[in-house]
């Protein structure tokens, strides 16, 4: 097959630049940690039974090092559990997200925290929290009639 | 008067292609009402909620007006290859296939307008429509299944008259599209029937809902893959002839169809990097896979610029970019896919940017993902179909495309690209900024930050209201072609610029690259599904929250 000798160009630069594109991502996601989330083995909860089962059972933000937390999160058609959190500047929170109805979105507006909360399913993610501010927490997955109203605040003082 | 293809083959083109630009224009009806209730512009009246407008848009545009006008355009340039006449197995499969989408079409119309169905138009478990509405779309599958074979019918009669030829190029090429589209719904088509429907009868009581996400996703990829090809059909094929050029190579225009069926499907993944329940490897080598496939798309855009250029200096044009004026910009015909071609530039690249682990966490589920297909099905294809439309109409009624014509389409299209480029573009920053896709006007009690993204909506209205008014054009044109002039317009097919033994033969070995595909699949997806189904998360019960 005959190829011109300026779309050989083209396509090697093409196959180049994507090689450099997922060598980036492959290195910032299994290197760097900056990867996406997930739950560390398949860990399935019964979206029924949330309530028995931990963490679930008590949702909430706890200190677990210096300036370290776990945030267990459930959330729900059509808000979340907890509702407002407030952490001091600096906290690196790992939240721990699933549903006991419906698929949500776990959206912290201006960050890179953004995890699908699925029934059934466990899903991690760590942020660091360096500026303070108000954070807006929104459900980004259609839920229902109330998903715009399905909203709450992270504070960082 | 000479006919470009045969009477009945026309009529059966013709009901698809009507259909499918009926579908756009209601469709186009939701979006408009959509961006003006965001834009806090207007309330929607009692009995219609925002999420069954985004659903009915979703489903109309994105799976109604899309697959039909594809079938339609695909029969047309079958017949018009193979000699102007489909054969009568061709066409009466074309025509039960027509008949199945469009009572399903119905059916799942009258589900969503009765509200039954607010479930969008990825309908994600464990939402729950009625049954009916997943009938319904296993009925617009199985009727694309039966046009499928009535063209692959028509190429398999067209080879057995003409061995040892290599195929015409635009046969290759349905071929190849509807074979992806076989591939691809066989994903949608096991979590519709074995799931979603049992589950939404009552029969079983829960749904594995990680499991019809991936089977949805392993489908909703190489969806998007079945609308750019016909698209490719027409900027491979029949722009070179409108610009009175020849295809620059038909041999890799063949192979970037072969490495999209092998490719398209093995990379659902993308649009799952921020679920659970897959691990980061399985994400990341579907990731590879994705990147994979913007090589037989990078080949194009190569093809098309070569096809310009030396159609330019072969008229005479000197210079670096002097072959720029010899393409006939006030020709709609051209025009229009041009206008999809620029679109898919940033439209492309935002799709590797979704793609990318890092960046896909900052616009997942962020209404940049909706500015992002806007420029990618809602322009790159509807305005190339547009531009098609145009010609084809005329040409398979037996009509003249008049100059008046023309220009109505030129004004069309350009409204219709700058109402992309305003709402679009406020889309993609405003989902830079965090707002979320799929909601409806809220304020979030008045967060500041949400805040921020009200002007974006309120372009986005603006945006809206011209893609509208754009519709509005294209509805005033389709009147008038009714009454155009009887007489012929052509239907452009380009001639290869190299000779047909140039084009090696092993591109056209369907066994293998079926076969390939099949390998490929298996590779990306048996491991994580059968870990879907060896390790199942506890079901979920369906909820209708709407």
């Known amino acids: 097959m005959h190829i011109h000798r300026l779309e050989k160009i083209w396509i090697a630069f093409g196959l180049v630049m994507l090689a450099v594109f997922l060598t980036v991502l492959g290195i910032f996601a299994f290197s760097q940690g900056v990867q996406t989330p997930h739950s560390y083995a398949h860990q399935g909860v019964d979206p029924e039974k949330l309530s028995e089962t931990p963490p679930f059972d008590q949702p909430g933000v706890y200190q677990i090092g210096e300036n370290e937390y776990e945030a267990v999160i459930v959330t729900y058609a059509f808000g979340f559990n907890p509702g407002e959190i407030t952490v001091p500047a600096g906290a690196r929170i790992h939240f721990v997200v699933t549903s006991p109805d419906v698929v949500h979105g776990f959206e912290i507006a201006g960050t890179t925290v953004n995890l699908m909360s699925i029934p059934g399913e466990v899903n991690r993610v760590t942020y660091t929290f360096d500026k303070p501010g108000e954070y807006l927490i929104l459900c980004n997955e259609y839920c229902g009639i109330g998903h715009q109203a399905m909203y709450t605040k992270l504070i960082v003082i | ?546």
Not at chain 2, 60 to 66: G, R, S, Y
Request: hydrophobic content about 55%; some cysteine; aromatic content about 14%.
């Open chain 2, 1 to 546: 008067m000479a006919q470009t293809i045969d009477r009945a083959d026309g009529k059966l083109v013709l009901t698809h292609i009507i259909f499918a630009l009926a579908a756009l224009m209601i469709g186009g009806i939701a979006g408009m009402l959509q961006g003006m209730v965001r834009g806090g512009v207007i309330e929607l009246p009692g009995g219609i909620g925002y999420y069954q407008l985004l659903t009915a848009h979703g489903v109309l545009m994105a799976l109604v007006f899309t697959t039909f006008f594809i079938i339609g355009f695909m029969f047309s340039g079958l017949s018009k290859v193979t000699g102007g006449k489909l054969t009568a197995t061709s066409r009466g499969l074309g025509w039960v296939g027509f008949w199945l989408m469009a009572v399903g079409t119905a059916i799942g119309t009258v589900m969503i307008l009765a509200n039954k169905a607010t479930v969008l138009y990825t309908f994600y478990a464990p939402l729950k429509a009625s049954p009916w509405f997943y009938i319904a779309l296993a009925l617009v599958v199985v009727g694309s299944w039966l046009s499928g074979a009535g063209m692959i019918a028509q190429y398999v009669s067209w080879r057995k008259n003409h061995k040892g030829k290599i195929s015409p190029l635009f046969a290759f090429m349905a071929v190849a599209t509807m074979g992806l589209w076989y591939i691809a719904t066989l994903g949608v088509a096991i979590t519709v029937l074995f799931q979603f429907i049992p589950w939404s009868f009552g029969w079983v009581e829960e749904i594995n809902v990680m499991l019809s996400r991936t089977l949805f996703w392993y489908f909703g990829h190489p969806l998007v893959y079945f609308w750019l090809m016909p698209v490719y059909i027409c900027w491979y094929v029949i722009v070179p002839k409108i610009i009175g050029g020849k295809i620059f190579s038909d041999a890799l225009a063949r192979l970037a169809f072969v490495l999209l069926l092998l490719f398209s499907t093995p990379v659902g993944f993308h649009h799952q990097l921020m679920e659970p329940g897959i691990t980061p490897f399985w994400k990341f080598l579907q990731v590879i896979l994705t990147f994979i496939v913007v090589v037989p798309s990078l080949i194009t855009a190569f093809a098309l610029f070569a096809t310009f250029e030396t159609t330019g200096r072969a008229k005479g044009y000197k210079g670096l970019f002097g072959w720029f004026k010899a393409l006939p910009w006030k020709d709609v015909r051209f025009l229009a896919p041009f206008m999809g071609m620029v679109a898919f530039i940033p439209g492309g690249i935002g799709g590797m940017i979704n793609a990318s682990h890092q960046m896909n966490a900052l616009v997942h589920n962020t209404i940049w993902v909706t500015g992002h297909f806007h420029l990618t099905v809602a322009t790159a294809v509807a305005i190339t179909f547009f531009g098609i439309a145009y010609w084809l109409i005329p040409a398979i009624t037996g009509r003249r495309m008049t100059e008046a014509i023309n220009r109505l389409g030129i004004i069309q299209v350009s409204l219709w690209a700058l109402g992309i480029l305003v709402m679009s573009g406020a889309m993609h920053i405003s989902g830079l900024l965090g707002a979320p896709r799929r909601t409806s006007d809220t304020t979030y009690n008045g967060n500041e930050i949400a805040a921020q993204w009200d002007p974006y909506n309120v372009l986005m209205a603006i945006g809206g209201v011209i893609l509208f008014i754009s519709l509005i054009f294209m509805a005033v044109a389709l009147i008038k072609m009714i009454r155009l002039p009887k007489g012929e317009t052509e239907y452009p097919v380009a001639e290869s610029l190299m000779p047909a033994e140039a084009t090696p033969r092993w591109l056209e070995r369907w066994g293998v690259w079926v076969g390939l595909a099949a390998v490929l699949i298996v590779v990306a997806y048996a491991i994580p599904i059968a870990d879907l189904l060896a390790n199942p998360a506890p079901g979920a019960k369906g909820f209708v929250l709407w």
